[in-house]
């Protein structure tokens, strides 16, 4: 009996369109062929997520992490001072206010020094020199309208300092740029919240207009 079994033959037309196939990949630029990738990746094995591919410059993304680092953790003992401290009939819906940011830059915080470790730093939780290495300042405020309103200039700095950090990662860690661009957007959120209590204590005057 004879084996019917019938073997596929590729046709002159696909074996084209994979020859073709392969040269449009091997052409593509700045793409890396499977079998530097596959050796490249056995190379290090400690580093983790650390690859040869990395492009950015490791020690300054690590540097500027940690400064993002502190500026959150001084943004989270401002927002729960200010918690605690905040009284008056005006401060119920504010002091929930304060805390659900504190609670955020605390997850801000966090994220960023998961990412330090993951790029084989180590985050820098040390007290001595926090507000040196922190971008915003720690200022206590005296009535609420002032808490409100130096919580808003410190998330207005975080707001800059994260759009040039963005900026300067740009494509060469897209990582890093993806949890970047996700604090800053709660940074603007945050600043927005803050505006809107300002105008609802009335205390919030817009510049005036330079006369020429």
């Known amino acids: 009996m004879k084996d019917s079994t019938v073997t596929p033959v590729q046709s002159d037309t696909q074996a084209s369109r994979v020859s073709n196939n392969d040269n449009i990949l091997k052409k593509a630029s700045g793409l890396t062929d499977v079998k ?34 502190a500026t959150e953790t001084v943004c989270v003992l401002r927002y729960r001072r200010h918690y605690f401290m905040a009284t008056g009939i005006s401060s119920l819906s504010i002091k929930g ?25 180590e985050p820098n ?17 005296a009535s609420l309208a002032e808490m409100i309103t130096e919580d808003l200039i410190a998330e207005r700095i975080a707001i800059d300092s994260y759009r040039e ?14 949890l970047l661009e996700w604090i800053l957007g709660q940074e603007e959120e945050h600043a927005e919240d803050l505006a809107s209590l300002l105008n609802e204590l009335g205390q919030h005057k817009p510049e005036p207009t330079p006369h020429h």
């Open 125 to 141: 939780l040390c007290p001595d020199g926090l507000l040196n290495r922190s971008h915003s300042e720690y200022v206590e405020g």
């Open 36 to 69: 530097t990738l596959r050796a490249r990746a056995r190379q290090g094995l400690e580093d983790g997520a650390m690859t040869a591919g990395y492009k950015a410059k490791v020690e300054t993304v690590l540097a500027l992490l940690n400064d993002a680092l």
């Open 97 to 121: 206010e304060f805390l659900q940011h504190a609670t955020e830059e605390q997850a801000h915080a966090d994220k960023l020094a998961e990412r330090i470790v993951q790029l084989g730093g």
């Open 165 to 178: 950090l963005i900026t300067y990662v740009g494509t060469d860690d897209p990582t890093t740029r993806k």
